[in-house]
C-alpha cells in the first residue's frame, strides 16, 4: 500500500509540474509571433529571440526541477534523446575551435534553445488533451498573423508601419516579407495534415477556414522558398497518408487525393502562366506570375545573388570542411570570402552584391559553421525522425497518425525551405520546428500506449453508453499509470532526503538567474544602440557617445557601437582613439566599411605602412567597380610614396581594368616606370595621359615630365 501510496503521489507531482511546463510552450506559441520592440535594433528579430532563449531557460528548469522534486531521474525513451544531445553538445563543443569566440558565446543560447525545447516538449507532455490544445493555439495564433498579412497588403495597417511597398508590405509582425513567409508555411502545413485526415481532430470548417487565410496570406508573400515548400509539403502528406492506411479502401481514398493534388497543380499553373484578364500586369496574379517565371527563378537578382552566397560559403567549408568555425560565425567571416569570390575572374559583374549575414541554405550555414560532423548529426536527427514514424504507423490510432502526420509536415516544409532561406535562424519558426519534433515523439508514445484500447473499443459495437463511459474510464486510468510506470522502470537515482532536494533546487534556479541577466544583456545594449543612432541623427554626436558607452556596459561583444563611436571620433579629428574603438570593433565584428575608416585615421595620423593593409581590404570590400578606382589610385599612389614599386604598378593597372581612360592611373603607372629607369614606358604612360584628358591638372604635370625628359635626353646627346 505504501508503495502504491508514493507512486499516486509522484504522479500527481509529475502533474504538476507538466502543467507549468505545458503553460510555457503556450507562451512560447502565442508571444514570439506578437514580440517586437520598436525601440531596437533591429525592431523584430531581438524580441523575439530573447523571449524563446528566456521561455526554453524557464522550462528546461521546470523540467530539471520537477526530476529534483519527485527524487527520481526520470527520462522517457525516445529513438531522437540520443542524436540531438550528440548534436546539443557538439554546437558546444565548437566554442573550443570557433574562429570568433565572442560571437559563438552570443549565439549558443539561440542554438541550444532549439534541441532544449525537443526535450522539454517530448517528456513533459503525456496527456493527448495538452497535444490537442497546443496544436489548436498553433493553429490559431498562424491564422491571425496570416489575416493580419492579409490586411497589410490591402493598406490596412498601423501608421507606425511605414517605407514597405508591394509584397514587402506583408510581413505580419516579423519585420520582413520572407520571415513572416517561413512562419506561415508551419501552421498551415500541420492544418493541412489534419485537414487530409479521415480523423476528425478539429472542426472542419474551422481547419478549412484556417487552411485558406494562411494560404492566401503566403501567397502575397510572393516568397517562392516558402511557396515551394508547401508545394512539396502537401504530396508528402498524402504519401504518408497512403503508407499507413489500413485496408484497400484507404488507400484508394489517398490515390484519389493525389489526383486531385495533381489537377489542383495544373490549373493553378494555368491561371498563372496562361495570360487571361486576371493575372494582367500589376494585379495579384500578375505579380505572381513574374516572381515564378523561368527567367526570374534563374537568373533574376535574387536568385544570382543567392548563387554568390552559395559559393563563397563552399569557399568557407573548404577552409574547415571537418569541424566548421564555430556556432555563430557565419555573418563574422562572410564578407572576407564574399570579396575573395568577387576578386575571381569577372564575377563582380556576374553576380549582384551584398552584406551576407545568413547563407540562405541552412544546410551550407550549419556545414560552415559545424563543419560536416555537425551537418550529419543534424541529418541523422531527420533521418531518425522520419524512420521513427514509419516504423510506428501500424501502431498507432488514426488521431495518433493524423497528428503526427500533420507535425511532420510542418517539418517537412521547414527542411525544404531551408534550402533557399534560414528559417532554423528565427525564433518563430525554430520553436515550431523543435516542438513538433517534440511532439511527435510525444503523440507516438501516447499513441503506443492507446492504440490497443481503442481498437478493442471500436471491436467492441455491442456495448452500452454505459459500458462504454465505463471502458473510456478505465482506459484513461490504465494508460495514464502505463506511461508513469515506464517512467518509473527508467529512474536509477536517488536525490536523497529533503536537504539535498533544497540545495539541488537553489542551485538550479541560481543558474537560471545568472543565465537570465547573460541572455538579456546583449538585448539591452541593442536599445542602448537604438537611442545612441537617435542622438547621431540629431546631430548630437557627445551624447550619442555617452549612450553608446552606457550600451556597452551592458554588452562590450557589441562590436557596433565601438564602430560608431569609431567614427564619430575619427570626424572630430581625434584620430587615436577612433583607431582604438575601430580596432575593438573589428575584433567582435565585420563591416563593408570598417577596413577603410582604419585606413582613413592612420593616413590622417600620418602612419601609411598601417594603413595599407587596411585599404587593400577596403578596396576588395566595395560594393561596385566605379568605387574601387579612387582607393586603388590612393593605393598606388601610398606605394610610390614609400618606393614599393611593384605594387605601386599592380594597383594602377587594377585601376586601368575598372576605368580604362583615367587618365590618374596612367599617370601614376608613369610615376612607377620613371623610377624604375623605363624611360619607354615611361613616355607613353604621360603621352596617354595627355590623349586622355588634355585640359587636366595630371595632364599639366605630364607634359612638364615630358619636357624635363626630352631635355634630359637632349643633355645625353650633347
Not at 520572407?178 to 479521415?198: K, Q, T, V
Not at 504518408?240 to 495544373?266: C, D, M, P, Q, T
Not at 575619427?570 to 573589428?586: D, F, Q, S, V
Not at 578606382?629 to 599592380?650: F, K, M, S, V
Amino acid at each position: 500500500m505504501k508503495g502504491e501510496d508514493n507512486l499516486i503521489l509522484n504522479q500527481k507531482k509529475y502533474s504538476e509540474w507538466d502543467d507549468g511546463i505545458f503553460i510555457i510552450l503556450l507562451l512560447l506559441v502565442i508571444l514570439i509571433p506578437l514580440a517586437f520592440y520598436p525601440y531596437c535594433i533591429p525592431v523584430f528579430n531581438p524580441a523575439k529571440d530573447l523571449i524563446l532563449q528566456l521561455l526554453t531557460l524557464i522550462g528546461f528548469t521546470l523540467l530539471l526541477l520537477k526530476l529534483i522534486a519527485v527524487g527520481r531521474i526520470v527520462w522517457i525513451k525516445t529513438p531522437l534523446n540520443l542524436p540531438i544531445f550528440l548534436y546539443l553538445v557538439f554546437g558546444s563543443l565548437s566554442l573550443i575551435w570557433s574562429v570568433n569566440i565572442y560571437n559563438s558565446l552570443l549565439a549558443l543560447p539561440f542554438f541550444l534553445a532549439g534541441p532544449l525545447l525537443y526535450y522539454i516538449a517530448s517528456q513533459s507532455i503525456k496527456e493527448q488533451k495538452y497535444i490537442d490544445r497546443l496544436l489548436l493555439v498553433i493553429i490559431v495564433v498562424g491564422t491571425g498573423m496570416a489575416l493580419y498579412g492579409i490586411f497589410q497588403y490591402f493598406g490596412i495597417d498601423f501608421e507606425f508601419w511605414t517605407g514597405n511597398i508591394a509584397r514587402n508590405q506583408v510581413f505580419g509582425l516579423f519585420g520582413n516579407v520572407n520571415y513572416f513567409a517561413e512562419f506561415i508555411i508551419l501552421p498551415l502545413a500541420l492544418s493541412l495534415g489534419l485537414f487530409l485526415s479521415r480523423e476528425k481532430i478539429f472542426n472542419r470548417i474551422f481547419l478549412l477556414i484556417a487552411l485558406i487565410i494562411m494560404g492566401i496570406a503566403l501567397l502575397l508573400t510572393f516568397t517562392r522558398g516558402s511557396l515551394l515548400a508547401i508545394v512539396v509539403t502537401i504530396p508528402v502528406l498524402i504519401f504518408f497518408y497512403y503508407r499507413s492506411a489500413v485496408g484497400e479502401l484507404n488507400k484508394k481514398h489517398y490515390r484519389r487525393f493525389a489526383f486531385y493534388f495533381l489537377i489542383l497543380v495544373i490549373v493553378a499553373a494555368a491561371l498563372v502562366y496562361i495570360p487571361h484578364p486576371l493575372n494582367q500586369k500589376g494585379s495579384t496574379l500578375g505579380n505572381l506570375r513574374e516572381r515564378v517565371t523561368i527567367e526570374s527563378i534563374t537568373s533574376g537578382s535574387s536568385t544570382l545573388r543567392r548563387v554568390a552566397i552559395w559559393k563563397f560559403t563552399w569557399m568557407m567549408i573548404e577552409e574547415r570542411p571537418l569541424l566548421g568555425s564555430g556556432v555563430g560565425t557565419y555573418g563574422y567571416q562572410s564578407l572576407p570570402h564574399q570579396a575573395e569570390f568577387f576578386a575571381q575572374g569577372n564575377n563582380r559583374d556576374i553576380y549582384p552584391h551584398g552584406f551576407a549575414v545568413q547563407a540562405h541554405n541552412e544546410y551550407l550555414q550549419m556545414w560552415a559553421e559545424m563543419g560536416i560532423i555537425g551537418l550529419l548529426l543534424f541529418l541523422g536527427i531527420i533521418f531518425i525522425y522520419y524512420r521513427n514514424i514509419f516504423i510506428n504507423f501500424r501502431k498507432m490510432g488514426e488521431k495518433g497518425k493524423a497528428i503526427t502526420i500533420g507535425l511532420a509536415g510542418g517539418v517537412t516544409a521547414v527542411l525544404v525551405d531551408a534550402l533557399f532561406g534560414f528559417p532554423l535562424q528565427l525564433a518563430a519558426s525554430l520553436s515550431l520546428f523543435w516542438i513538433f519534433l517534440g511532439l511527435s515523439s510525444a503523440q507516438i508514445n501516447l499513441s503506443q500506449l492507446f492504440s490497443e484500447a481503442e481498437i478493442n473499443q471500436k471491436k467492441d459495437k455491442k456495448n452500452t453508453k454505459t459500458t462504454s463511459i465505463k471502458v473510456n474510464a478505465n482506459y484513461n486510468t490504465d494508460n495514464k499509470k502505463a506511461i508513469n510506470e515506464k517512467e518509473l522502470n527508467l529512474s536509477n537515482l536517488s536525490t536523497g532526503n529533503k536537504i539535498k532536494k533544497i540545495f539541488l533546487s537553489i542551485l538550479v534556479v541560481a543558474l537560471m538567474v545568472g543565465v537570465i541577466s547573460f541572455l538579456i544583456r546583449p538585448f539591452m545594449a541593442r536599445v542602448y544602440w537604438y537611442h545612441g543612432n537617435q542622438q547621431i541623427v540629431k546631430g548630437n554626436y557627445q551624447e550619442a557617445i555617452k549612450i553608446y558607452e552606457k550600451g556597452l556596459k551592458w554588452n562590450p561583444w557589441q562590436g557596433e557601437m565601438y564602430y560608431d563611436i569609431g567614427n564619430i571620433l575619427a570626424k572630430e579629428g581625434l584620430n587615436t582613439p577612433a583607431i582604438e574603438y575601430l580596432h575593438k570593433a573589428e575584433k567582435y565584428v565585420d563591416h563593408h566599411s570598417l577596413p577603410q575608416n582604419i585606413a582613413a585615421a592612420y593616413l590622417k595620423k600620418g602612419e601609411i605602412e598601417k594603413a595599407i593593409p587596411y585599404l587593400e581590404k577596403a578596396i576588395k570590400y566595395q560594393q561596385k567597380k566605379e568605387d574601387q578606382l579612387p582607393l586603388q589610385l590612393q593605393l598606388g599612389n601610398l606605394y610610390l610614396t614609400i618606393e614599393d614599386y611593384q605594387n605601386a604598378e599592380r594597383q594602377f593597372q587594377n585601376a586601368l581594368q575598372v576605368n580604362p581612360e583615367s587618365a590618374e592611373a596612367y599617370y601614376g603607372l608613369a610615376g612607377v616606370y620613371i623610377n624604375e629607369g623605363e624611360k619607354e614606358e615611361t613616355i607613353a604612360a604621360l603621352q596617354k595621359v595627355i590623349e586622355l584628358a588634355p585640359e587636366s591638372r595630371v595632364a599639366g604635370y605630364a607634359k612638364t615630365m615630358l619636357t624635363k625628359i626630352e631635355l634630359e635626353q637632349k643633355e645625353k646627346e650633347q
